[in-house]
């Protein structure tokens, strides 16, 4: 996984987010393969969500989880 750096707009406020991210892969379905394996989605797994700037508060532990899933997603999309 690498780490990458997202801002993310609620309204009037603006997040700098940093993820975990992991691309999507395709997988080998072929199951006579030694490295047969199922494909994999893109994931993304949000480690911070600063105000005020990237030095700026952390707030991620305090965020509904269905923002954090709003944001992961967002960067998925984008990603992807």
């Not at 780490?3 to 603006?14: A, L, V």
Request: glycine letters at 6%; a negative charge; charged letters at 20%.
């Amino acid at each position: 996984m690498k780490t990458i750096q997202h801002t993310h707009i609620f309204g009037d406020i603006t997040l700098y987010c940093e993820l975990e991210y992991d691309p999507a892969d395709p997988g080998n379905p072929d199951p006579e393969s030694p490295t047969c394996c199922p494909p994999s989605p893109a994931v993304a797994y949000l480690v911070s969500a600063k105000i005020g700037g990237w030095d700026g508060i952390d707030i991620w532990s305090v965020l509904a989880k269905e923002v954090e899933a709003t944001i992961e997603e967002a960067v998925i999309c984008s990603l992807s």
